[in-house]
Every structure is written in structure tokens, then in C-alpha cells.
């Protein structure tokens, strides 16, 4: 009775296109009302509220996940995509309300986790990689178009007309979960009751974490990602704003920048990873993507010219390589029975980063007093801006002090990852995680993911 159709990777497709679309939408919107809300100690707020977000994602996902293995997904599907999107509305109406709704919005904000489990509930294991593959082309397709697209709206027409289209993006679709997405999860596999009880070991985010130190190979390649991954999610949560308000960008430069960054990403991951994973093999490759990450992040440090942000974000492309290359590592490395347990502690640590680095970035430029020294004007109806400087004090050695911090991160990274074997078996006490997951979840679910913005860390057929 509910849904059109049987359940299939496709419903899960356009819910991910339509609830990342509207976001993108927002992306110039967003830098401009955060600093008009925030003129002073901007980027300190937006780590801060970004560190909360991200927090409360880690802590909320792996219940959320084990609750959708007794409810269903299509409930918590609806549940996940209002609550990320209802801060939308808002910036027009109230910034404050705007920035305070997104902070506790990260407590729903994990769409990922669910659709990953919906994917796996309608999928064979050996159609999985596939289907996640659809699912983060999605993702990145979304936000390779979107930004663009609102930038020339918010231009042409004003950033309320955005505001309105991505209210209106997300509205559609919840009516598409609403009316066309089919319960994944079959009647028989859930008990009758709501009032079922769960696995609170399952919901525990912190489970897979307490798992790191068992094995020698398994800590150091834990320790490998924590170090990379931290300066990542710092970055991503500041770099347009940096951009935009201390570089000088465009609201279309900021676009032009994320699409081609995105498109680079793509064919980094696609062809390079394949080619070098032949020919140098996976050890060297993560030590090559590690050395990028640090080339890149130490010239985003020093830039202080946009030419120069545009060639960092081509070395930025070809550090993406790292994540699939260590999971491809664990995948071909850690016995049948061990893949779910290191793949979730990967998973795990990515979660925890993606809480720590954003607050992180932002103490650091607060640190530094990285701040704006005035507002930024309004474009002119032509698309030049009016006003271009916004740029740091004249005086100032290093532009952007988080950026070189990322980078002695990565590099402590990079010797860690030196110590890891390129052939070993992992081997994983597990016996407890293996007998709970065999009573308590269905022969197609996942381990709920601390967090799932890399479907790559989520599949165990890299």
C-alpha cells in the first residue's frame, strides 16, 4: 500500500540528489548571512556550530540505524530529511534561529546511514559496491551543479528566490518519500510492536572505537585516518567561507570551484586510483595521496592569491585518492568475518572527525585572529564585485594558520602509515560484535554507520 512500485536503489537515488540539491543552492546564501550574523569571530562560529552538527551525527547515527532495523527505513527516511532540511526556511526568516536549528539538526542529519541500510536491505552483497557507487555519484553530481546554480539565481534574482526554490526542493522531497518510496525492510524482518526493544550495544557509537587497540595494523591504520581525515573536515567546513570573505572569491567562483574540484575528484578516484593501485600498488598509493594532502593544505596555508587556491585545489583532487586506497587496503588485508568490525572503526573515526575538525579549524583561526576586517559589499548587478578586498592584514606571514596545521597533521599521518604492512592478515577480536550482529540484524543489514559520507568505508567488495 505505501510507495510506487518495489523498492529500489533508484528511490534512494533521488532523495540524496533532492535533499543535496537544495543544500547546494544555499551555499553562496549561507556564507553571506553567516558573517552577517557573526561579524565578529565568524570563523570561530562556524566551527562551532559545524563541530555541534557534526558531534551530534556521530552520537545519533548508530542509533538511528539500529532503531530503522526494528522500525523500518521509510519512517526514519522522512524523519532524517525534514529535520536536516526544516533549517532552510529560516535564513530568511530568523539567521539566528537559522544557525542554532542546524547545530541541533545534526542529531537527524545522517540520511547517509539510512539509505546505505534501504541499499542494502534491497541488494545482494555482490551488487552492493555498485549501488554505493550510484549513491555517491548522486552526491557528488548534486553538489557539482548546484552551487553554480544558486550563485546565478542569488544574482540574478536575489538570495530570497533561492531560499524559496531550496524550500521548495526539500519539500518535494519528503511528498517523494511520502508518496513514492516503498518500506525496504520486510514486514517479517521487524517484530510487530513499536515498542520492540533494540540493541543499545549496537546504538553505541563508541563500540567500534573501543576495538581499535586490539590489533597492532588495525590501531595504525585508525591512527593514519584520524591524523588525515581531522585537517579534512576542518577544511570542508571553513574553505568556501575562507574563500569567499578572506580570498576575495565570487559567489561564482565559489561555485565554479566546488564543480571542478568535484569533477577532478571523480576522475582522481575513478582512473588515477585505478591505474596507480595497479602499478605501485595500495601501500604506495595512500603514501602518494597522503603526500598530496600535505602539498595541498601547506599551499592553501601559504596562497595568498587566488591563482593560487585554483592550483591547490588540483592537488586537492588528487589527494581524494587516500580513503578509497585505505579501505581498499583493509578490504584486501583483513579476513571475511573481520570486514564489517574494521571497516565500522574506519567509519567510527571518520564520525568523530567530522565533529572535532570543524571546531578545531575554527579555535585555530580564532587563535590567530583571522578575522574580516570589514563587510563585504554587494555584487554589482553585472556579477563584478564592488568591493574585492577583503583580505587579511598586510602583515600577515601565513594567510590561513588551520591549513598549515592540517598540514604537520597529514604529515605525522603519512609516518604512521609508513609502518603499515602491505600484505598482513588483520585480526580482530571480535567474537562478541560477531555473535550480537548475528542476533540482532537481518541477513542484508549493515553495521549502522558512525557515519556514512564515504560509501567506499562502507562496502566490504572495494
Not at 56 to 76: N, Q, T
Not at 369 to 392: C, F, K
Not at 394 to 418: D, E, K, R, T, Y
Request: charged content about 10%; overall charge negative.
Amino acid at each position: 500500500p505505501q510507495g510506487i512500485g518495489s523498492p529500489s536503489v533508484y528511490h534512494a537515488v533521488i532523495v540524496i540528489f533532492l535533499e543535496f540539491f537544495a543544500w547546494g543552492l544555499l551555499t553562496a546564501p549561507t556564507l553571506v548571512v553567516l558573517h552577517e550574523t557573526f561579524p565578529k569571530h565568524t570563523f570561530l562560529m562556524n566551527g562551532l556550530i559545524q563541530g555541534v552538527k557534526g558531534l551530534l551525527s556521530f552520537l545519533s547515527a548508530p542509533l538511528i540505524g539500529a532503531l530503522s532495523d526494528v522500525w523500518g527505513r521509510k519512517s526514519f527516511l522522512l524523519l532524517t530529511v525534514f529535520f536536516t532540511c526544516a533549517p532552510i526556511p529560516l535564513m530568511k526568516i530568523s539567521p539566528w534561529w537559522y544557525f542554532a536549528v542546524i547545530s541541533v539538526s545534526g542529531v537527524f542529519a545522517v540520511t547517509f546511514s539510512v539509505v546505505f541500510a534501504y541499499v542494502a536491505d534491497i541488494t545482494q552483497e555482490h551488487e552492493r559496491s555498485m549501488a554505493y557507487g550510484l549513491v555517491s555519484a548522486t552526491f557528488a553530481a548534486s553538489l557539482v551543479t548546484s552551487p553554480a546554480i544558486g550563485a546565478y539565481l542569488g544574482r540574478v534574482y536575489g538570495d530570497s528566490l533561492v531560499v524559496v526554490l531550496a524550500t521548495a526542493i526539500a519539500l518535494l522531497d519528503i511528498c517523494f518519500i511520502l508518496v513514492a518510496v516503498p518500506e525496504s525492510l520486510p514486514e517479517k524482518m521487524r517484530p510487530a510492536s513499536w515498542g520492540a526493544p533494540i540493541s543499545w550495544e549496537q546504538a553505541d557509537p563508541f563500540a567500534s572505537l573501543k576495538k581499535v587497540g586490539q590489533d597492532s595494523i588495525v590501531l595504525l591504520i585508525c591512527i593514519t585516518v584520524f591524523l588525515s581525515y581531522l585537517p579534512e573536515a576542518g577544511q570542508y567546513s571553513s574553505f568556501f567561507l575562507y574563500l569567499r570573505q578572506i580570498m576575495g572569491f565570487s559567489s561564482e567562483s565559489v561555485a565554479a570551484f566546488i564543480a571542478v574540484l568535484g569533477i577532478l575528484s571523480i576522475i582522481a578516484q575513478t582512473v588515477v586510483l585505478s591505474l596507480l593501485m595497479r602499478s605501485i600498488g595500495n601501500k604506495n598509493t595512500i603514501l602518494l595521496g597522503l603526500g598530496f594532502q600535505i602539498l595541498q593544505l601547506a599551499w592553501y596555508g601559504f596562497g595568498s592569491e587566488p591563482w593560487m587556491m585554483w592550483a591547490a585545489g588540483a592537488v586537492a583532487a588528487m589527494s581524494s585518492i587516500t580513503f578509497p586506497a585505505v579501505s581498499a587496503l583493509v578490504s584486501r588485508t583483513a579476513d571475511a568475518d573481520q570486514q564489517g568490525v574494521v571497516q565500522g572503526m574506519i567509519t567510527g573515526i571518520r564520525g568523530l572527525c567530522n565533529g572535532l575538525g570543524p571546531a578545531l579549524y575554527g579555535f585555530i583561526f580564532y587563535i590567530f585572529h583571522v578575522e574580516l576586517n570589514e563587510l563585504p559589499m554587494p555584487e554589482s548587478p553585472s556579477g563584478g564585485n564592488v568591493v574585492t578586498q577583503y583580505h587579511l592584514q598586510q602583515n600577515s606571514i601565513i594567510p590561513g594558520p588551520p591549513f598549515l596545521f592540517g598540514a604537520c597533521s597529514v604529515l605525522l599521518a603519512l609516518l604512521v602509515a609508513l609502518f603499515i604492512p602491505e600484505h598482513t592478515n588483520l585480526s580482530v577480536r571480535s567474537s562478541n560484535w560477531k555473535k550480537h550482529c548475528g542476533s540482532h540484524s537481518h541477513p542484508h543489514s549493515p553495521q549502522a554507520p558512525a557515519e556514512a559520507k564515504e560509501p567506499l568505508l562502507q562496502d566490504t567488495n572495494v
